[in-house]
């Protein structure tokens, strides 16, 4: 009963960040249509985006299947080849030993040991000789199954190939319209006062989005976290992703300072968790695009925005190390990169004083 009652407390958790998370996402709902636009385009784009990387995995993995398959293909000929040879040779030995017929040997008596020796010997041969043919015959139908498996192989690797084609060009079409979209949005805050409310605003609802899931998380999760507390891996937490601090923690940005680290990053690069926890946002946020929230113990977050594509759910547990996103200019951004912050009770951290030298 008590394994019931803790998978059934854990479920309405999740359902509570679900919820939460969903609510929040559109905590501030767009002024103007472009910009509702645009989070839908950015959501499509990631989508694709994402499901293009598992294609390119699907594609890959058949490659070499057919690879694989074409080398056994080889070994199984090369192996015939010389089957079939020794098979020659024991025809020939065995014709060389017994040119009598059977029946005239057995009738022989005039040097018994000789007839028995050569009888044996003929039974020998006749025997190897069966033997061969089966593992050729053995080796002749492994060889037709493996065209079959190729034949296959290659027809699902023309289809994938095809629908991966399919959605380049959907993704090409998205990045048009995204760049139509931003275009219409920056020529709406061309002031640099709008730009700087925008900016202000945008900082404000992260914050009262943390706070909120800090509320609805602060016992359960921290509860549930059995690992070496986070406090103890100060300077010891890898980087999410490889790549250059373009923007480091507390420099200046329009009209204030940069709450995280900004890491110029190539597009498409697996964005992973710096440590275990669960997953209490993952969806699109005015000013942040594709963004993930992962909360460690009771006291820590970790963000990653401006993704490409998000991996994981909502109430998903993960481990450090596991891809949680990927690299991306969501969010209105002109520039590949990961805005990536740490947050103790939703006060901003340096992440270069937490994170490995």
């Known amino acids: 009963m008590a394994a019931v009652s803790k998978d059934q407390e854990l479920r309405q958790i999740q359902d509570k960040i679900k919820v939460l998370a969903d609510n929040l996402s559109d905590l501030n709902k767009q002024k103007n249509q472009a910009s509702s636009e645009l989070k839908r385009v950015e ?28 080398q056994e293909m080889q070994l199984q ?60 015959n053995a080796s002749l139908q492994l060889l037709t199954n493996l065209e079959q498996d190729k034949l296959l192989e290659s027809q699902e690797l023309a289809k994938l190939m095809a629908d991966n084609k399919l959605l380049q060009e959907q993704l090409i079409l998205s990045k048009i319209e995204r760049k139509q979209l931003l275009e219409k949005i920056n020529k709406d805050y061309q002031d640099n006062s709008q730009q700087l409310s925008r900016l202000k605003k945008n900082e404000k609802q992260l914050k009262l989005l943390i706070s909120r ?21 100060r300077g010891k937490l890898p980087w999410p992703v490889q790549g250059k601090i373009a923007k480091s923690f507390g420099s200046l940005r329009s009209g204030g300072k940069w709450n995280g680290v900004l890491i110029q990053a190539q597009e498409g690069s697996k964005i992973k968790a710096i440590a275990h926890g ?17 909360k460690h113990d009771k006291n820590f977050m970790s963000l990653y925005a401006f993704n490409q594509s998000l991996y994981g759910d909502v109430g998903d547990w993960i481990k450090a190390g596991d891809t949680i996103a990927t690299v991306g200019n969501s969010g209105g951004r002109d520039k590949a990169g990961l805005y990536f912050e740490i947050r103790k009770k939703n006060k901003p951290l340096n992440p270069q004083k937490w994170c490995k030298k």
């Open 43 to 70: 959501q499509q784009y990631g989508e694709i985006s994402r499901t293009v990387q598992e294609l390119d995995t699907l594609v890959n993995s058949k490659r070499q299947r057919i690879n694989e398959i074409q």
């Open 77 to 136: 000929n090369s192996w015939l080849h010389t089957q079939k040879s020794q098979l020659a040779e024991q025809v020939k030995t065995a014709y060389a030993l017994g040119r009598q017929e059977q029946l005239k040997l057995l009738l022989n008596q005039q040097d018994v040991n000789r007839s028995s020796r050569i009888m044996t010997y003929y039974k020998y041969f006749n025997q190897a000789r069966l033997d061969k043919l089966q593992r050729i």
């Open 213 to 233: 899931l800090e509320y609805v998380t602060r016992t359960e999760i921290a509860n549930k976290i059995k690992t070496q507390s986070f406090t103890h891996l």
């Open 278 to 294: 669960q997953i209490v946002f993952s969806g699109w946020f005015k000013g942040y695009g594709l963004l993930a929230i992962v």
